[in-house]
């Protein structure tokens, strides 16, 4: 985050960025999507700006494609350090867990 010219935002904060719709969203259904206690999660919209609906602004709006590029990276990596088979083994059960968390 620091190299992409977001190093003024903290890890904490990071955790709001990938669950915000344009329409904008509430703390607690941040916190609810997240899977982090409300009181962490506002604590974390605190340190953005203080609001009960919380939007993107444009500067937060370019950090997703940010941690994009970077979770490709790391797709990559592990895509060389396994065989094909073992990787998409490896996605498709992440996958799967992630929607189980969301569902939850």
Do not use: C, Y
């Amino acid at each position: 985050m620091r190299e992409a010219g977001f190093g003024d935002i903290r890890p904490g904060a990071a955790n709001v960025f990938p669950f915000v719709p344009t329409d904008g969203i509430t703390v607690s259904r941040l916190a609810e999507l997240a899977r982090v206690r409300k009181q962490s999660m506002a604590q974390a919209v605190d340190q953005l700006e203080r609001s009960r609906l919380v939007f993107l602004t444009q500067r937060g709006a370019s950090v997703p494609p940010v941690t994009h590029a970077a979770a490709e990276r790391v797709e990559e990596r592990w895509a060389q350090l396994t065989s094909p088979p073992e990787f998409e083994a490896l996605r498709v059960s992440l996958l799967r867990l992630l929607a189980e968390l969301m569902d939850q």
